[in-house]
């Protein structure tokens, strides 16, 4: 069974720090790429970045590029993202994707997804 299993979520003030790590079990995805999403209260999922399999190519939302990194470890099956100077708008539920089409670069729509973590809550407070 495949899982994909976020941490590092929680509370932090703006122009804060966070890192989100999330662990994929049940199958490797180190030749597919992966992503992140977020959703907040009333909004639909939006994209915040994705990486090719290789690491050597990445896209982010044009809101938190200059402020996010995303990066992956295939040794450890394992994906992260770095966000710094966070900001109130910031704050939602972060999802971790996993894609299976090596075709797709650095997906951005949900759709060009094929399994999803349970999100960490990040709030961000000003």
């Known amino acids: 069974q495949v899982q994909l299993v976020e941490n590092g979520g929680g509370l932090v003030q703006a122009g804060g720090s966070l890192r989100l790590s999330c662990a994929a079990s049940?199958?490797?995805?180190?030749?597919?790429?992966m992503g992140w999403f977020r959703q907040a209260p009333g909004k639909e999922r939006e994209f915040v970045a994705a990486?090719?399999?290789?690491?050597?190519?990445?896209n982010y939302a044009d809101s938190v590029k200059g402020r996010f990194t995303i990066s992956r470890d295939n040794a450890k099956n394992t994906v992260y993202l770095q966000m710094n100077s966070l900001e109130p708008e910031d704050t939602a539920v972060y999802y971790c994707?996993?894609?299976?089409?090596?075709?797709?670069?650095?997906?951005?729509?949900?759709?060009?997804?094929?399994?999803w973590g349970q999100g960490t809550q990040v709030t961000v407070s000003s």
């Open positions: 994707a996993a894609s299976l089409h090596p075709g797709i670069y650095t997906p951005i729509n949900t759709y060009e997804y094929d399994y």
């Open positions: 049940g199958r490797t995805f180190n030749n597919y790429p």
């Open positions: 990486i090719r399999w290789s690491g050597g190519s990445r």
